[in-house]
C-alpha cells in the first residue's frame, strides 16, 4: 500500500521550502496547469508514502488542530538536532505540545507555513 497525504494550500512555495529545506525531504516531483492545478510531490525517495500540495488562484480555507499533527520519526539524533539547528536559523517557533507525550519523548512541536501542527522525533527503530 501507498500512502499519500493531500492538501491544498495558497502557500506552495513556503511549504516547498518547509518541507525540503527545513525537514529535509526531498522533491519528488511537481506539476504545472493541470486542468488549474499547480502541485509538489515532497517524501523521501523508495519509500511508500510522500506529501502532496496543490495549489490554485484565490484563497484557501485551513482548517487545523494540534491534535492532528503530521509526525515525522528522523532516524538518527544527529538527523534531530540538524532540523532543530535549521529551524532555530530561521527563527521558527519550537511549541509546546499540548499532549504530554511529546514533550516526554522529546519531540520538537512546530507549525508549516499554514499553520498545521508538524512534530519531529528521533525514534529507534524496532
Known sequence: ????????????????WFYIEVLRLELLGSFEGHEGFDGIFIGRGFTDWHLEFT????????HYDENNPL???VTSQLELEDIVKTIKMNNIPILEHPNPYWSKNKAVFVRDPDGFPVIILFKLAK
Open 55 to 62: 495549489s490554485t488562484n484565490g484563497t484557501v480555507e485551513k
Open 71 to 73: 509526525v515525522f520519526y
Open 1 to 16: 500500500m501507498t500512502f499519500r497525504y493531500a492538501r491544498h494550500t495558497d502557500n506552495l512555495e513556503s511549504l516547498k
